[in-house]
Nanobody, 120 residues
Framework: VQLQASGGGLVQAGGSLRLSCAAS????????MGWFRQAPGKEREFVAY???????YYAASVKGRFTVSRDNAKNTVYLQMNSLKPEDTAVYYC???????????????WGQGTLVTVSS
């Protein structure tokens, strides 16, 4: 599975962005798709995931503001980010796993990342 993330950019606090992650391969629908982020000087952290049956799970820091969704016909997963805060500034990565998990160690495939910058 190859993943290509896009949609990052510069936005003011309180604004919105939608990230996309396009996947190659015919088995996309069988994978849990996760979003992670890494801020400068910090470790990569879990943001959200959506399983093959569209069960979702969010980190506490983004719950209620971010929404993860998927379109299996387009082999694409999305991350809608609303009410953005400066602390959401990070490189955002999509990843694929065979299990529903927030542990980045259990993700087998990773995209290249897309930068989100939220100005105050």
């Amino acid at each position: 599975v190859q993943l290509q993330a896009s949609g990052g950019g510069l936005v003011q606090a309180g604004g919105s962005l939608r990230l996309s992650c396009a996947a190659s391969g015919r088995t996309f629908s069988s994978y849990t798709m996760g979003w992670f982020r890494q801020a400068p000087g910090k470790e990569r952290e879990f943001v959200a995931y959506i399983t093959s049956t569209s069960t979702t799970y969010y980190a506490a820091s983004v719950k209620g503001r971010f929404t993860v969704s998927r379109d299996n016909a387009k082999n694409t997963v999305y991350l809608q980010m609303n009410s953005l805060k400066p602390e959401d500034t990070a490189v955002y990565y999509c990843a694929a796993s065979k299990v529903g998990t927030a542990s980045l160690k259990l993700y087998d495939y990773w995209g290249q990342g897309t930068l989100v910058t939220v100005s105050s």
